[in-house]
Every structure is written in structure tokens, then in C-alpha cells.
């Protein structure tokens, strides 16, 4: 995709932008993104917020599952599963997400969040509803 249609796609999503979510690549295949460590969205410690990396992981999780919905159809978030391997205490985060299953009724997406040496910091596994 270039640069002005990652755009318009995260402009769907304005929590994500309000984040600073930025959008790498996007393809129904993986869908790449990152979130830079900011004082603002840590917790007591100066580590990047829990919230904040599951909030990265269900918008490019969210924007895979809609990148293979079919023509017409919603998605919508139905339930989340994370684990939390490290602290991000400084750097970007940058998030892969990839089909696990696309089906007629529900999409489930792996989202890996990595920190800025390449080590998985946070794994998560969303299932999207497909809405016609």
C-alpha cells in the first residue's frame, strides 16, 4: 500500500491515531505497525501501559480482520486474549498481526508485539466477528 493508503486506513481508526499508532504496511496477509514509547501512555515505573499495548495490538488486529472481510461486511472485536512477556521501558513497539483463521462468522488474528531489539514483548489473540 502507499503511504497516503495506510493513511486513510488508520484515519478509520481515530482512537489509534490519537495514540500515535503509525501504520508500516498493511496487506490482508499481515498487517505491521508500531507505537513509540512515550512517558504519557506508561504506568508507575516509566513502562509502556498494559493498555497501550493491548490498545496497538487490537487496532492492527482489528485492521487485519477488516482487510479480509467480505465485500459489505463489518468486524467487530468479540474477545482478546494477551500475554505480557516484558516491560517496554524505552524505544518503539512494533506490532505484526496475522490471520490465524478467516471464516464466514469470526476472524481470529495473532498479533506479535516486539520490542526495539526484535524480543516479543507481548502476544495477542483476538477473535473478530464478522457483521453482514
Known amino acids: 500500500m502507499t503511504p ?9 481508526m481515530p482512537f489509534a491515531a490519537r495514540l500515535g499508532i503509525g501504520l ?8 505491521r505497525g508500531h507505537l513509540a ?3 504519557g501512555l506508561c504506568t508507575a515505573g516509566g513502562i509502556l501501559h498494559g493498555g ?10 482489528g485492521l487485519c480482520a477488516y482487510l479480509n472481510l467480505p465485500h459489505g ?6 474477545s482478546s486474549s494477551t500475554v505480557f512477556t516484558r516491560g517496554i521501558r524505552g524505544g ?5 498481526a496475522r490471520p490465524l483463521h478467516t471464516g464466514r462468522t469470526s476472524i481470529v488474528v495473532q498479533t506479535d508485539l516486539l520490542d526495539a531489539s526484535g524480543r516479543l514483548a507481548a502476544q495477542v ?3 473478530q ?3 453482514s
Not at 4 to 12: M, Q
Open 52 to 61: 497501550a499495548l493491548m490498545a496497538l495490538a487490537d487496532s492492527l488486529g
Open 4 to 12: 497516503d493508503e495506510l493513511t486513510g486506513l488508520l484515519e478509520l
Open 37 to 39: 514509547w512515550s512517558i
Open 73 to 78: 461486511a463489518r468486524t467487530a472485536t468479540i
Open 129 to 131: 466477528a464478522v457483521l
Open 24 to 31: 508500516d504496511a498493511a496487506a490482508p496477509g499481515e498487517v
Open 92 to 96: 518503539t513497539v512494533t506490532a505484526v
Open 125 to 127: 489473540t483476538q477473535t
